[in-house]
């Protein structure tokens, strides 16, 4: 059987600039912005590893955001060590959560916040 592994999440967003800014500033992404031939700018991310794309949405060439629930891409999940610290440090950040820490099932502890363009992410502390 072929081995697939994770290559990038694919973003939309009207204004990638901004979006980027959230995610670096909300969960410590690096921006990269790659030169185009146009003159303009690629803008993705690297967040803990993952490679994240952001695309500008075009009017008339970009499917309207999906409010949830929805098919397709329900969220993504981050692990961190200490869920609290996180929520914290978000909610501090003026982080929207959608779920506050529950306990999902014994040693797993999850919450969920909303990014730019009614993104869902989901903390999940293992242990």
Known sequence: MTKFTWEHIHLRSPDPEVTAAWYKDKLGAEVVKSPQADGSFRIDLNLSGQKVFIAKAVPGKAADAPSSPYLGLDRFGLT?????????????????????ITQARPGVRIAFLTAPENVSIELIQRG
């Open 80 to 100: 961190v060590p200490d869920i609290d610290e996180a929520v914290r440090d978000l909610k501090a950040k003026g982080v929207t959560f959608t779920m506050d």
